[in-house]
């Protein structure tokens, strides 16, 4: 029983990064129609904003330590930095600690800029193409920005750890009756399911409950009629490009405490987070955001000992799986309309 | 006005004439890449010699090749007889003079391995082919490593493996014309467990995680039976994918068993990822059977261990080589490299430069590049100076046989490169073993070819 409390737990964060990069793909697609396949590359923007905002917090100048040497037997140049003089060693110190919170703020103007640039300089000519030139476009694109982002920070993963007060681990067994030890959870997977909830039900509220939302849904349902009434439905589908492109960097932003950042991260989300896409439903957001949870839990689950022994190799299937599975019984995913994708 | 009469049928006839031209001299089986010379493949014509550098430019493992690229650039300046020398001062060979290789200047192609076998195949084949190149040597995986020595096999040229650690590459793939300095699996379980027992008892119960593929099965092959023959039980062994990037749907079960050790058979990122997520779920301050949680690396790249960060303080591990050694050999290439480049080398670095002047060496003591001459130099071949002490190039296997250093995770680094910290230099004798051990059992090194 624990097992299977700690797996689920453990799909919830998984599934919250697949929700919110699937919830994305899918407002673009939804609006603009464009199969964005550098959506990944955007989540991996994100994370490298906040090693961004790290490495500039940590900027530093050099004190010769006469006491020390360094590997080539000369004095030994450490590094202090500038934020350091500014506020004193504890409070600099704690301000670079915090430095993945921060960059929430730092991230979002940026990936704002992002969004709006892709879409008004390289996206918006390819409209009326093909999906399969939409597709080769945006892959090239993601490419591009994977090698920048490489030639600038290396291959390597880069560590952005989370607060000290976020570091622990949680012991969840205690609070249901299970022994210590059992049960144990990182308190920054907690955070980033509860940040990823918020972003998504901020999305939800924005398009259900604003005018701008309203006028959105309605583009989506019938750009045609909604622009006859003359309406600049382009200008609010590059707004809400620009807000898909905020909400994977968010995503990005906040996950380099669980995994190191690297280059490629982009690419480990992205074909998963189509298979969420086409699992809940083209076109459909709710269904995103199910079909993310869904699938990161039965992720979790196909990893346990138990099920690998039993079904070896599943592990690295069982989404595939679960999507063919899906498909043949409900051709348009969990929660597809009729009509999106079917002229 | 002048007038051109270019047709789209002109070009395309014009493009395959051209492309067919341009691909004749890629035709060529193994047999033919040594037509038209002395005896063997791309013997040496004028006064330069090519040697291919074959490491990972792209993909996960860039900066890794970057660093071993680095130190190939130098191996071939101090053989041209620039810089001050590095490593060739303290070489106990002192074949070599600092005027190139047999008197010809030294000249280097690179290609990319992409840490793929099929892209390092390509590439080793291009540099062999197009470039003339008479050594290919690099890498930064056991699969590539495998492929490529096979490759040179085939095509009478020698191969000097760069960073490889899984056993088959000098075990059941080992090859006449492949040769590796870097330490092997076997030996990291042999240097490890005593350092183990010392520090954690021999009453323990270990949980494998390990990468699928040949170098996670040899390294847990030889770590499992390194710890068993010291009183270890395993109790848990998962092969996780080698995409995975996150590990807590792996790391969570061992919460649930009894083991009190977990053992990351992972490199490079995945080491990153799951020595992370190990300890997020607070592995390490757990205590179980009474005893704290602990957790083993068996292969430590400084490289790597950069990513994770603090997590990897206290943590033991071992390494083919690190820049804090002091002797002579090791000085001089820190001193030649830091000064250059401005950083101390990595394990990789070292090797890779290690490989070349070994290359070179053997060349000048056989005084021809003739490939089956090399073997015959390097096979038995006892040397000093380059950094691990005295150490032997095992003819049975062409393996190099040397001291380990067994290495754990510094507390207090003063630095960003100052991430490890030596515990104990594993004597050669401790880490040696027979060459038909059954954890290399299988190969056979077969003839040398020439390529003639």
Known sequence: MDAILLQILNGLDKGSAYALIALGLTLIFGTLGVVNFAHGALFMLGAFCAVTLNNILSLSHEVIDETQTDFLGNPLRVEVPYIYDWFGPEVGASIIEWSVPLAILFSIPIMIAVGFIMERGLIKHFYKRPHADQILVTFGLAIVLQEIIKYFYGANPIPTPAPPAFTGSFDFGTLLGFEPGTIIYPYWRLVYFFFAMIIIAGVFAFLQFTTFGMVVRAGMADRETVGLLGINIDKRFTIMFAIAACVAGLAGVMYTPINSPNYHMGMDFLVLSFVVVVVGGMGSLPGAVLAGFLLGILESFASMRQVVDLLPGINQIIIYLVAIIILLTRPRGLMGRKGVMED | ?452
């Open chain 2, 1 to 452: 006005m002048s007038k051109t009469n270019v047709t789209r049928r002109g070009v395309l006839k014009t493009g395959a004439v051209a492309g067919a031209g341009l691909a004749v001299p890629t035709i060529f089986d193994g047999q033919a890449w040594a037509d038209g010379h002395t005896g063997f493949t791309n013997a040496p014509e004028g006064g330069s010699v090519t040697l291919g550098f074959n490491v990972p430019q792209t993909g996960p493992y860039a900066d890794e090749g970057a660093d071993e690229l680095r130190a190939y650039e130098l191996a071939v300046e101090h053989l041209n007889g620039g810089g001050d020398g590095g490593m060739m001062k303290t070489f106990s060979s002192q074949a070599l003079q600092g005027n190139g290789i047999l008197g010809k200047k030294v000249e280097y192609v690179t290609g990319d391995t992409q840490t793929k076998s099929d892209a390092a195949r390509a590439s080793a084949k291009s540099m062999i082919e197009k470039d003339g190149a008479i050594m290919i040597t690099g890498g930064s995986s056991s699969g590539v490593a495998v492929a490529v020595q096979a490759l040179c096999q085939e095509a009478g040229v020698i191969f000097m493996a760069g960073l490889t650690h899984s056993n088959d590459t000098t075990g059941k793939d080992r090859r006449r014309n492949g040769f590796r300095h870097f330490f092997n699996s076997y030996m990291s379980g042999a240097a490890l467990a005593p350092i183990l027992a010392n520090n954690y008892g021999t009453d323990r119960k270990a949980y494998h995680l390990t990468a699928d593929y040949n170098w996670g099965y040899t390294t847990e092959e030889a770590v499992r039976s390194s710890t068993e023959a010291m009183g270890w039980e395993t109790v848990g062994q998962v092969l996780t994918p080698l995409t995975q990037t996150d590990f807590s749907s792996y790391i969570t079960p061992v919460l649930q068993s009894d083991a009190d050790v977990l053992v990351l058979n992972h490199y490079g990122g995945n080491m990153v990822n799951s020595l992370t997520n190990a300890v997020q779920f607070g592995l390490r301050d757990r205590v179980v059977n009474g005893k704290n949680f602990e957790i083993i690396v068996p292969l430590y790249s400084r490289l790597m261990a950069k990513g994770a960060g603090a997590n990897v303080k206290g943590i033991f591990g071992s390494t083919n080589w690190h820049w804090s050694l002091q002797d002579e050999g090791s000085k001089a290439f820190v001193q030649s490299f830091g000064t250059k480049y401005g950083f101390p080398p990595s394990q990789a670095a070292h090797t890779c430069y290690v490989q070349t002047m070994l290359y070179a060496d053997a060349v000048e003591r056989a005084g021809s590049f003739n490939p089956c001459a090399v073997v015959e130099a390097l096979e038995g071949f006892e040397f000093d100076g380059l950094g691990n002490g005295p150490t032997l190039y095992r003819a049975e296997d062409h393996q190099c046989f040397k001291d380990v250093l067994v290495v754990k995770g510094k507390e207090n680094p003063t630095s960003e490169f100052d991430l490890l910290e030596i515990v104990e230099v594993t004597p050669a004798a401790q880490v040696t073993y027979a060459p038909d051990h059954p954890q290399f059992a299988g190969g056979q090194l077969g003839a040398c070819n020439p390529g003639a």
